[in-house]
């Protein structure tokens, strides 16, 4: 799964649009099946030590 949101082993998830993440379960809920439904999500959290936010974009928000 994190290979597929392109991340990287090192990296730590902190929130998911504001939410905190607390293990594989919230990554799940509110992540993944947001992201089933075609809504965006905004994850934040670090990579290396550094902060770093992801985001994520579903297809209904893509230009046609």
Excluded: F, H
């Excluded at 509110?30 to 994520?56: F, T």
């Amino acid at each position: 799964t994190g290979a597929m949101l392109g991340l990287y082993g090192n990296d730590l998830l902190a929130k998911a649009d504001g939410a905190q993440l607390s293990g594989p379960d919230d990554v799940l809920r509110l992540i993944l099946q947001p992201l089933s439904r075609n809504q965006s999500v905004i994850v934040s959290g670090s990579r290396g030590g550094q902060p770093r936010e992801w985001i994520y974009a579903g297809m209904s928000c893509l230009p046609r």
